[in-house]
């Protein structure tokens, strides 16, 4: 019986979303592939192009076969396999060429729309061929327009897919939002083309089938999911080996590999999912094939008895109904027979049949065509109302044909009962893998994952124990070598203070006695000896006063800076009436300080701003501003200046910016000034303009 | 020697120091004679007359530095005040150290007085000055049995 209206196929929406994360696998492993081919040379970029044609031409070609098997028609699908390899190659030789084009150190316009042509070409060769696969008892035809359209947009996706793989192809880093974004587009571009094929085709229903079924197989769920796991397998084997572990630092390392073991078994979790939903589909496509070709038995016998009914009744209103409820009964046996041998979808089931199913069908047609015929023939009979015509004859066929009919169905629903059982081993084999390879993968994380973060953090521990204790050593070290040096200094210029007294006292008394008693040479020869006997005590001295800031300095006290200031400013009250200087002061705190070293402080700093004052009338203002965590004191003079360059080193040891005949001193009021606020934890510097005079500040952390 | 003279006993280690000293109070008004002890134990022999001091003068003044070899200068001033004969001699601590401790110390153990020594000539010759002109000249000083009278 052959029907005209196209068959209307449905998707199965979940292979669809898998089909098209396929697709989206399948492009970013086609960029990584990208990158590897460039960058490798000789035999391994050889090694690279074939495996990497081979893995992308494969998830492209999976990609296609999922959404084939997400379609579902009325009627069963079988697929030729050598077509099916054939559509496979075509899509390892389409990427094999998008991976050439764009391994190339350039890529031109010319070569790009080659490439497009050539590896869109290969795409919708992939598809067609697959198409031709089919195995049906329909036709495919084909609208021209769609057909073209979607190989159009085969290769402009293909353009599009070389031009961002060979932008992208450098781009080193694993991961890459950049990347991530051109494999969701070119993921879902694909499907887009994909499924604008399948538009342009229309399946008419047809008995005839006009190809060769000799190498047909069916594939069933368990085919979908081998499918689907070995695409998963060999695209995220690409995936895998281009996560470059080793640029990772370690914790990066162990958290990505982490979460790759997590999304390997949520794909299988997902997977095995898949698997039981198909299962229990089927299944149910088998208890409900059961279901109905048991019904066929009973429906038959309801024909038969309807038959009788008929053949005996001989009121006319009678009869009518009867023939009412024969026609419904038929037209339902009918159907279900057509059914249960080519799918239905109202019914629920996919007429895919075995060979013994099918020649069981073969041995019961006959009677089944003779109750079909015998039954329209009383209905079409008492429709007519003549009572002329006997239905005996129909009666006697429906009766005798019903008895080998209910025994043909009886094999053949026994016959179904037996290979309802069959499937489930597999399945439940299939099932134990998945459930193994999700253990199999807990416990490889185990070992790749656990137990080396459990080592790092370990390992980490350990090293900051070690770096503690070594930092601990050294700190020890270091204060011991200061006090060393500390206790060095001060002896150091402890001592050398006698042997100098020496130096200088005689060379002195020699000047007194013998002055002017020798001659003039004998005088400047003196003379120079005693300068230079008098300077190196003062510097002596100097430095001994330096390593005091630390050897005698005193523990921190509340310390009222103001007297520290007075008592400065008494100690240089000669100096201060001398020069006339406008002495001004701020409001000074209460710090925690060394008293004597504050004063010290304020001392050097006092004497050096009357010291180096200009012709004008020299003015010092000194102050005290409060910070968030210490005191700001300030010196401020309208002296000379100092010039930027030298702001650092006039805090250096005995660093002097004039000539001893300029400016008396020894260059070692400010280091010493630096070392007392360095021993309060503070800070010193300088803000001046050459010839406008300096600012002297120091920050003193309060408590 | 005249009976005028002033005996100064100079306890000092270091030749230099000694001589520095004796040349300053050369340069003094007050007639003196100076005699350098270089140790403290050769110092309490001097006062003591022992051995080869028998005919040591008592000296109306001791100049003693703190820093000696064998016996240190506090030490030879704790043995001069305790000594009944010895304890009545002015004894003026002169030495380099400025060390409150040691000031402290010198005065507990009854120093007559702590004289740190400058560093420079100048100072030094007016510290000495000011020794003559205090201890030798404003001062009284007791009179000694063994000072020959007339």
Redesign the interface.
């Known amino acids: 019986m052959t029907t005209n209206p196209p068959l209307v196929g449905s998707y199965d929406d979940v292979l669809v979303a898998l089909s098209v994360v396929i697709a989206i696998m399948s492009a970013y492993a086609a960029l990584d592939l990208a990158r590897r081919v460039t960058f490798a040379r000789g035999w391994s970029r050889i090694l690279w192009l074939t495996g990497g044609a081979i893995a992308m031409g494969f998830g492209i070609w999976s990609m296609h076969y999922m959404g084939m098997l997400a379609f579902r028609l009325p009627v069963p699908v079988q697929y030729d396999w050598p077509t099916v390899m054939l559509s496979l190659i075509a899509a390892i030789v389409a990427s094999a060429v998008a991976l050439v084009v764009v391994s190339r150190p350039k890529m031109g316009l010319q070569r790009a729309l080659l490439g497009s042509v050539l590896m869109g070409g290969g795409i919708a060769a992939m598809h067609y061929t697959g198409m031709e696969a089919m195995r049906m008892p329909a036709m495919c035809s084909y609208s021209i327009g769609l057909v073209a359209l979607s190989v159009i947009l085969a290769v402009v996706i293909s353009l599009v897919a070389l031009w961002l793989t060979f932008r992208f192809r450098k781009v080193a880093a694993a991961w890459s939002w950049r990347k991530s974004i051109s494999a969701l587009v070119m993921g879902l571009a694909i499907p887009i083309m994909h499924y604008t094929g399948m538009a342009a085709v229309t399946f008419t229903p047809s008995t005839m089938m006009h190809d060769d079924l000799s190498h047909a197989i069916s594939v069933s769920s368990l085919g979908v999911t081998a499918i689907g796991l070995a695409t998963f397998v060999i695209l995220g084997a690409v995936l895998l080996s281009n996560l470059r572990f080793e640029s990772l630092p370690t914790a990066r390392q162990l958290i990505a590999r982490y979460f790759l073991s997590l999304g390997l078994i949520s794909v299988l979790a997902i997977l095995g999912m898949l698997l039981v939903e198909h299962q229990g589909g089927e299944t149910r496509v088998e208890a409900r094939t059961i279901n109905i070709a048991g019904r066929q038995r009973m429906l038959s016998q309801a024909i038969a008895k309807d038959a009788v009914l008929m053949g005996r009744s001989s009121d006319v209103a009678e009869r009518i109904r009867v023939a009412a409820d024969l026609q419904a009964l038929d037209a339902l046996w009918e159907k279900s027979h057509a059914a249960l041998q080519h799918g239905d979808t109202e019914l629920g089931l996919s007429g895919i049949n075995s060979p013994a199913i099918r020649e069981l069908f073969t041995a019961v047609q006959p009677d089944f065509t003779a109750m079909a015929e015998a039954a329209r023939a009383l209905v079409e009979r008492s429709a007519t109302r003549s009572a002329s015509t006997d239905p005996a004859a129909a009666v006697d066929v429906i009766l005798t044909r019903e008895r080998t009919f209910l025994r043909g169905m009886e094999a053949i629903v026994f016959q179904y009962d037996r290979e309802a059982s069959f499937p489930d081993r597999t399945g439940s084999r299939l099932q134990m893998a998945l459930l193994l390879s999700v253990l199999g993968v807990l416990l490889v994380q185990g070992i790749l994952v656990l137990r080396p973060a459990l080592a790092n953090i370990h390992q980490g521990i350990s090293q900051l124990e070690l770096a503690k204790q070594a930092l601990q050593h050294k700190s020890e070290e270091l204060a011991r070598s200061n006090a060393e040096l500390e206790q060095f200094a001060y002896v150091a210029s402890h001592d050398l ?2 042997p ?3 130096v ?3 060379t ?2 020699l000047a ?1 006695r013998y002055q002017g008693k020798l001659d003039r040479d004998a005088d400047e020869f003196i003379g120079f000896a005693v300068d230079g006997a ?1 300077r190196m ?1 003062t510097l002596i ?1 100097d430095l001994l006063s330096y390593s005091r800031v630390m050897t005698q300095g005193r523990s921190l006290q509340p310390v009222d800076t103001r007297r520290a200031f007075d008592a400065a400013r008494e100690n240089l009250h000669k100096a201060i009436e001398e020069s006339g200087v406008n002495l001004s002061v701020g409001a000074l705190p209460v710090i925690h300080a060394d008293a004597t070293q504050m004063t010290q402080l304020f001392q050097n700093l006092l004497g050096n701003a009357l010291k180096y004052r200009n012709e004008q009338a020299p003015r010092i203002h000194v102050d005290a501003k409060p910070d968030e965590k210490s005191w700001l004191f300030s010196v401020q003079d309208n002296g000379i200046g100092i010039e930027p360059q030298y702001f650092e080193r006039i805090f250096q040891m005995f660093q002097r910016l004039h000539t001893r005949e300029k400016y008396s001193g020894t260059g070692i009021g400010l280091a010493i000034c630096r070392r007392i606020v360095e021993r309060h934890g503070g800070r010193i510097w300088v803000e001046s303009e050459a010839g406008r005079g300096s600012t002297f500040l120091f920050a003193i952390p309060r408590a | 020697m005249s009976s005028n003279t002033i005996e100064i006993l100079l306890v000092e280690d270091n030749a230099g120091d000694a001589r520095l000293t004796l040349e300053a109070f050369k340069e003094g008004k007050v007639l003196n004679h100076l005699t350098v002890m270089q140790d403290g134990v050769q110092a309490l022999a001097y006062l003591r007359r022992q051995g080869p001091y028998a005919s040591a003068r008592t000296p109306d003044l001791i100049l003693l530095d703190l820093n000696l070899p064998r016996m240190s200068g506090r030490e030879v001033l704790a043995q001069i005040k305790a000594d009944e004969r010895l304890k009545t001699i002015p004894v003026v601590v002169l030495t380099t150290s400025e060390d409150t401790q040691d000031i402290a110390r010198a005065y507990s153990q009854h120093a007559n007085c702590y004289i740190t020594k400058p560093v420079d000539l100048e100072q030094f010759l007016r510290v000495i000055q000011s020794i003559e002109s205090f201890w030798l000249t404003l001062v009284r000083l007791p009179a000694n049995g063994e000072r020959s009278v007339g």
């Open positions: 203070q006698e100098l007294r020496m200088a006292s005689y002195q008394l007194r008098t005590q001295r």
